[in-house]
């Protein structure tokens, strides 16, 4: 079956750890997206990348980064420089960037900074 | 800058029909979008309108007025299943040729009987 997969589902960490997201897609779509959400809020962009080896930060890239090195996999680092990490992070994929198609997204990581 | 707006909490009967509303501003727009997101899931592409008019698909509707920045999502039969979040997203151009979604903060909608 064709997806997107996202790992952990729950993830705890230490105050001043980096730690990386885990993205997953076998569906061949070349655009990939980092969301956060936050309790009663919608998604913020983090991230996307349109191709293997290109990204573009979203409206809220600070303290974050990302990889593009396979066209299925797009992991995202949460650094220690992120001010307030803790949040349910999303990941999508999209056939393309470049015209209208529905984003696709995974179950999502919820992140705990302790 | 983007900014949409949508109520915030939504309660109607099971049976019944609701409308679910959606202001936006923005510097481009390339059409909207609605999702569903049930507690703690993934959100799910419920319908687009890229243009005025109506969009049907099954017990769901979208309508989008481009004139006044403004569009709806109406959900009609409602079923406790369709108790989630529902987000509007406007497409806008955010450059080197591709496309981004920017989100409105979400409508909870209860379904009770």
């Known amino acids: ?114 | 800058g983007q900014s949409l707006e949508q109520p915030s909490e939504v309660t109607a009967v099971e049976g019944a029909i609701v409308q679910i509303n959606c202001t936006y501003q923005t510097s481009g727009f390339y059409g909207l979008s609605w999702y569903q997101q049930h507690d703690g899931g993934a959100p799910t592409f419920l319908s687009y309108n890229g243009l005025d008019g109506l969009e049907e698909t099954g017990r769901f509707s979208s309508f989008l007025s481009r004139s006044d920045s403004y569009g709806y999502l109406l959900l009609q039969e409602l079923q406790m299943k369709d108790s989630a979040s529902y987000f509007c997203a406007v497409r806008d151009y955010s450059g080197a040729g591709s496309y981004q979604l920017t989100f409105g903060k979400g409508t909870k909608l209860s379904v009770i009987p």
């Open chain 1, 1 to 114: 079956d064709g997806g997107i997969t996202q790992s952990p589902k729950y993830l705890f960490r230490k105050e001043g750890q980096n730690v990386t997201l885990s993205c997953e897609q076998n569906l061949n779509h070349d655009a990939m997206y980092w969301y956060r959400q936050d309790p009663g809020q919608g998604l913020r962009l983090i991230y996307y990348s349109q191709i293997v080896n290109d990204f573009q930060k979203g409206d809220i890239a600070e303290g974050y980064s990302v990889s593009r090195e396979k066209k299925e996999s797009f992991p995202l680092t949460v650094t220690s420089a992120q001010k307030n990490p803790t949040a349910f992070y999303l990941c999508a994929s999209t056939v393309t960037s470049l015209s209208y198609n529905e984003q696709f997204f995974g179950p999502g990581t919820r992140l705990t900074v302790l």
